[in-house]
């Protein structure tokens, strides 16, 4: 006579239950902290380098034409009349001349802070002519850029031209002279006024003036400017000479 096996299956108690919940609890509590770390050390990481590609491209745009420019500029392609598509392409020929200031790096900034070029001074300025005539972008491949939340496709001229770039927390990128911010309304952090013309024309400022160099600046994680909070989460990239008035001496 054959005997069979009757197995029970025993349930899980309350106890192990909670035991198996603490101790998920538990890594929770050391692998959210330690993702979100490396998360914003990537962020870090990213706005270190957009920084330096940014100053690089202004650069590469002095060498060529003389003159740094607004950042939304430095991405801008050369116009092609033949192949333009009205409204949808982000060539030099959407920018509105008479609102970009342009700034010329071998000249004391302070001298030219109320006899600033604009690029519309083209008919009376060679050198501003050139730079309109001869445009050499793009210089810049931002990787994220302030759209005014369209679809490219949909943007008119005017939005197209306010493409400035973003830093990894959705702010733009500030560019600082040796005795400012560059931008009228560029001290706003308010997304409201990215559209604005004045929010990166170019124009000198002295606000801020926490630099003695040209810099490209990332306001941080916290969406404000370490002058004005006295936190350290800008990342920033100095770049450019020290103009000075021994600079000007031949002797």
């Known amino acids: 006579m054959s005997r069979k096996t009757i197995r029970t299956q025993r349930g899980i108690t309350l106890t192990e239950l909670l035991v198996v919940l603490l101790i998920i609890s538990l890594l929770s509590t050391i692998a959210i902290p330690v993702y979100v770390s490396r998360a914003e050390n990537a962020r870090v990481n990213t706005a270190r380098q957009e920084t330096r590609e940014i100053a690089q491209a202004e650069e590469q745009c002095a060498i060529l034409h003389g003159f740094y420019v607004p950042f939304q500029i430095l991405d801008d392609l050369i116009t092609d009349t033949r192949t333009r598509q009205a409204n949808q392409t982000d060539d030099f020929a959407n920018e509105d001349l008479s609102q970009i200031f342009v700034i010329d790096p071998n000249r004391s900034v302070a001298d030219q802070l109320t006899t600033q070029f604009r690029l519309s001074d083209f008919s009376d300025n060679t050198r501003i002519r050139d730079l309109v005539a001869e445009w050499g972008g793009p210089f810049l491949n931002p990787h994220r850029v302030w759209m005014n939340n369209n679809e490219f496709e949909q943007l008119t001229s005017v939005e197209i031209r306010l493409d400035h770039p973003l830093d990894p927390w959705g702010q733009p990128y500030r560019f600082y002279s040796p005795i400012g911010l560059i931008g009228s309304s560029a001290q706003s952090t308010d997304s409201s006024t990215f559209n604005s013309a004045s929010f990166a024309n170019g124009r000198l400022t002295t606000i ?19 002058s004005s909070t006295g936190s350290d989460d800008d990342v920033i990239h100095v770049f450019g000479a020290l103009i000075t008035e021994s600079s000007f001496r031949g002797f």
């Open 208 to 226: 801020d003036d926490r630099f003695d160099r040209f810099a490209v600046v990332s306001i941080g994680r916290d969406g404000l400017s370490d």
